[in-house]
């Protein structure tokens, strides 16, 4: 695996940390907090990144789309994470055409991917139920019927869930809770009879919302995948959205570091800079290397899947691991090295660490992701 970026791939993260300097600072997140705005995000900003062709960057030609692999999206997401933009990036450009085109049959690409790539639809994976990461932990039951099937469950915590126009759900057609057998993708629509939609406020600041089915019906077409063996294509999906919000961790990270470098060069102290102090420097010092550390894995990981490799679960969960454990080491330096006002909402740095708890419990934090890895490697 290269190490280095090539020319088209310095370019567009070059751009991409332009655009989100200039049109997605943190203060738009704290106006859409403040406003507790209803959709949680800018249309004006998602519809301009569609037409740089951000919303299709994985998406084939033949649908729309710009076809610049994974690892071109995850430079676009590291960038929308030094400024914690929120966008629909990673549940629909990441996850949903993840889906799309893992488990989609021709007719269900041809009608949705090149929506997704215009900036027209949006998506969203239904499939945490309990207060932790766990995936094959469904109990929502997908009963058939003479048309297809009725569903009936809860789920939590799901991304960009209030205002996606299609959910992708993960329901259990056979089986019992915690069995990776008897899993079946849903796609169904946002507006459905049945379906309870609330918005969820969280910490970060950034959208998910609880789902209740009651008697959701959805017909036989809607199915991606085979029925029954939705586990080991959700598998998939999982794997490239933790690549993904490994490289939006990564972005965080690296800008809280390098705003925590600049506070120590210009806080004084008995009459010199913070950062001369040995202490201090050897805490820099460490964050650095994490982030060194960081960078490898999650460009590896990214790598792997664009070059489809047979250990993209192991490269995702390294990735996962790594960026979340400096993620919550950089935030938590970050405040501690601001020292009071960086515990103050009029400070920016604490959002960072805000986001740092959030993420690191999407799709499982580093404890889940080393007993996977461990599992994968046969220990």
């Known amino acids: 695996m290269a190490l280095a970026l ?50 299709g960057i ?75 990461h766990a995936p094959y932990g469904i109990a929502t039951r997908a009963t058939a019927t003479p048309d297809g099937f009725r569903l009936d469950g809860e789920k939590t915590f799901v991304l960009d869930g209030h205002v996606a126009d299609y959910l992708i759900v993960v329901a259990r057609t056979a089986g019992t809770p915690g069995e990776a057998a008897g899993l079946t ?22 959208n998910a919302a609880r789902l209740t089915f009651s008697g959701v019906a959805v017909p036989r077409d809607a199915i991606l995948g085979p029925v029954g063996g939705g586990g080991a294509i959700l598998e998939q999906i999982l794997d490239r959205g933790r690549s993904g919000l490994a490289a939006e961790m990564l972005g965080s990270a690296t800008e ?27 805490r820099a010092a460490e964050m650095f290397a994490e982030l060194e550390l960081a960078r490898s894995v999650v460009l590896d990981a990214l790598s792997a899947i664009d070059a489809q490799r047979n250990d993209v679960p192991q490269a995702a969960s390294l990735a996962k691991a790594r960026a979340g454990e400096t993620f919550d080491l950089v ?35 580093a404890a889940f992701h080393r007993d996977r890895y461990a599992a994968l490697e046969g220990f």
Request: charged content about 25%; proline content about 3%.
């Open 331 to 365: 935030s938590s330096e970050g405040i501690q090295m601001h020292g009071g006002i960086g515990m103050t909402d009029e400070h920016e740095i604490g959002f960072y660490l805000k986001r740092a708890r959030v993420a690191q419990q999407t799709f499982g934090d």
């Open 256 to 282: 809280a570091f390098e705003r925590t470098i600049a506070y120590l060069k210009e806080r004084q102290q008995f009459g010199v800079a913070i950062g001369s102090f040995q202490a201090l420097k050897h």
């Open 58 to 132: 994985v998406i084939p030609e033949e649908y729309g789309g710009a076809d610049f692999g994974y690892l071109g999206l995850g430079l676009i997401l590291e960038a929308s994470g030094r400024t914690l933009a929120a966008t629909p990036l990673l549940s629909t450009a990441l996850l949903g055409v993840s889906a799309l085109l893992l488990a989609g049959t021709p007719a269900q690409r041809q009608e949705l991917l090149p929506a997704i790539a215009e900036g027209r639809l949006l998506t969203a994976l239904a499939l945490e139920e309990g207060p932790r």
């Open 6 to 55: 090539a020319l088209e791939q310095r370019q567009l993260k070059e751009t991409a940390e332009q655009f989100f300097r200039d049109k997605a600072p943190v203060r738009a997140l704290r106006r859409l907090r403040d406003e507790r705005d209803a959709h949680g995000f800018s249309h004006d900003l998602w519809r301009e990144m569609a037409a740089l062709g951000w919303a």
């Open 185 to 206: 993708l849903f796609l169904v629509p946002g507006e459905v009879a049945g379906l309870t939609r609330t918005r969820t406020f969280m910490v970060d600041s950034r």
